[in-house]
């Protein structure tokens, strides 16, 4: 092997930020060398978790402080694999803390934690969570927090083909959410199911998913949005989100619980298209199903919506709307109350009747849409 072949590999390992050289892979079975992988491991290296249950004791979370470290279930099987702490009103602040760039968790669940599940540090680039379960957090079960000190944002990160609920069916107070990021660029939520994310009293719980604090370029697709108070979010007063993309989500509410409110929210949130989703409230209890809120939403497209309740302009909000339908009936879809929104039947004015809107190549399913005319309204497209 020549000179320059065998040193190849590690200079073009330093050029992509990934150390290939001497990445390695680190198996353990209990806590105490999970804490000690998480304190030794080098960049690019993955510590792999065999099946079982893994305690946290004392305050503080598993941290993270590795760039582009990745965590995972050995197994890919994200049930078999648990991390818990001490009770939602326990001594264990979070699951994980990452303050490093470029750091995966996936394949394991997360519960019984009194903050969140995940949290990340400000500025924070590239973090991926990835078919996770985080369950029964005393707040966000995931955060992204800022500060008025930090200029650059968190960028880049996907959370995808998780699940986040509470299994009793109701939060253990309001101050909770799911994904819950405060100034984050070029973020992507897909694919996630969210579940009775509900406030017990004293006030509304935050959205199932909420960009915020100059947020920008969010894509929020093909999610799953279940007995949640709100389901998605951007923007919050006058906490702007820039620009963005929500399409092809689920959102279901059966009215139950104390705060059932609106499907999705933009609150100073302008140059977003919310387009293609699928919004069906089982209640007379909220008169809404999208906003669109406050002088500094501009510039907002609204396009083949599929509702049964109205889609409304609140505090001087402006949006063009483009061929929605908000008279949905429950025999529409196939099993409304678990979440499942595909059309049943073929339904006038829904199949076929969407505006032509580029970019759609795809619904929930990832099923592919017709160039042009023909798309129908709403996340699923029927077959």
Same mark, same amino acid.
């Given at each position: 092997?020549?000179?320059?072949?065998?040193?190849?590999?590690?200079?073009?390992?330093?050029?992509?930020?990934?150390?290939?050289?001497?990445?390695? /892979?680190?198996?353990?079975?209990?806590?105490?060398?999970?804490?000690?992988?998480?304190? /030794?491991?080098?960049?690019?290296?993955?510590?792999?978790?065999?099946?079982?249950?893994?305690?946290?004791?004392?305050?503080?979370?598993?941290?993270?402080?590795?760039?582009?470290?990745?965590?995972?279930?050995?197994?890919?099987?994200?049930?078999?694999?648990?991390?818990?702490?001490?009770?939602?009103?326990?001594?264990?602040?979070?699951?994980?803390?990452?303050?490093?760039?470029?750091?995966?968790?996936?394949?394991?669940?997360?519960?019984?934690?009194?903050?969140?599940?995940?949290?990340?540090?400000?500025?924070?680039?590239?973090?991926?969570?990835?078919?996770?379960?985080?369950?029964?957090?005393?707040?966000?079960?995931?955060?992204? @927090?800022?500060?008025?000190?930090?200029?650059?944002?968190?960028?880049?990160?996907?959370?995808?083909?998780?699940?986040?609920?509470? /299994?009793?069916?109701?939060?253990?107070?309001?101050?909770?959410?799911?994904?819950?990021?405060?100034?984050?660029?070029?973020?992507?939520?897909?694919?996630?199911?969210?579940?009775?994310?509900?406030? @017990?009293?004293?006030?509304?719980?935050?959205?199932?998913?909420?960009?915020?604090?100059?947020?920008?370029?969010?894509?929020?697709?093909?999610?799953?949005?279940?007995?949640?108070?709100?389901?998605?979010?951007?923007?919050?007063?006058?906490?702007?989100?820039?620009?963005?993309?929500?399409?092809?989500?689920?959102?279901?509410?059966?009215? /139950?619980?104390?705060?059932?409110?609106?499907?999705?929210?933009?609150?100073?949130?302008?140059?977003?298209?919310?387009?293609?989703?699928?919004?069906?409230?089982?209640?007379?209890?909220? @008169?809404?199903?999208?906003?669109?809120?406050?002088?500094?939403?501009?510039?907002?497209?609204?396009?083949?919506?599929?509702?049964?309740?109205?889609?409304?302009?609140?505090?001087?909000?402006?949006?063009?709307?483009?061929?929605?339908?908000?008279?949905?009936?429950?025999?529409?879809?196939?099993?409304?109350?678990?979440?499942?929104?595909?059309?049943?039947?073929?339904?006038?004015?829904?199949?076929?009747?969407?505006? @032509?809107?580029?970019?759609?190549?795809?619904?929930?399913?990832?099923?592919?849409?017709?160039?042009?005319?023909?798309?129908?309204?709403?996340?699923?497209?029927?077959?």
């Amino acid at each position: 092997m020549g000179v320059m072949q065998k040193w190849l590999p590690m200079i073009l390992g330093v050029l992509l930020g990934v150390n290939s050289v001497s990445a390695a /892979s680190i198996s353990v079975d209990n806590i105490g060398k999970l804490n000690r992988a998480l304190k /030794s491991a080098g960049r690019g290296d993955t510590i792999l978790l065999a099946d079982g249950i893994y305690r946290i004791s004392g305050r503080f979370a598993l941290q993270v402080k590795t760039e582009n470290l990745t965590v995972r279930g050995k197994s890919g099987n994200r049930d078999a694999v648990v991390i818990e702490g001490a009770g939602m009103r326990g001594n264990v602040n979070h699951g994980f803390f990452v303050s490093a760039h470029g750091v995966t968790i996936r394949d394991l669940t997360i519960r019984r934690v009194a903050n969140h599940g995940v949290q990340t540090h400000v500025n924070i680039d590239r973090f991926r969570l990835a078919n996770c379960v985080i369950r029964d957090t005393y707040e966000q079960l995931f955060k992204v @927090p800022f500060s008025d000190q930090v200029p650059d944002p968190s960028e880049d990160g996907i959370v995808e083909n998780c699940l986040f609920e509470y /299994s009793s069916g109701t939060a253990p107070n309001y101050y909770t959410g799911g994904v819950d990021v405060h100034h984050g660029r070029n973020w992507i939520i897909r694919n996630n199911t969210f579940r009775n994310l509900r406030s @017990p009293g004293g006030s509304i719980a935050e959205h199932a998913i909420h960009f915020w604090s100059n947020s920008e370029g969010t894509l929020v697709e093909g999610n799953v949005i279940v007995d949640c108070d709100r389901g998605i979010g951007f923007g919050m007063g006058d906490s702007r989100h820039q620009a963005g993309i929500i399409r092809n989500n689920f959102i279901y509410h059966s009215g /139950s619980g104390k705060f059932p409110d609106v499907g999705i929210v933009l609150e100073s949130s302008p140059d977003t298209i919310v387009v293609n989703n699928t919004i069906f409230f089982d209640h007379n209890r909220y @008169p809404h199903a999208i906003e669109y809120r406050f002088p500094g939403t501009r510039g907002v497209l609204i396009v083949n919506n599929l509702t049964n309740r109205r889609i409304a302009s609140r505090d001087g909000g402006k949006a063009r709307l483009m061929g929605n339908h908000t008279a949905a009936r429950k025999d529409f879809f196939v099993d409304p109350a678990n979440g499942d929104l595909h059309l049943s039947q073929t339904i006038p004015r829904v199949v076929d009747a969407g505006f @032509p809107f580029g970019g759609m190549d795809g619904d929930i399913d990832g099923e592919r849409r017709p160039k042009g005319d023909g798309i129908d309204i709403g996340a699923d497209e029927y077959h």
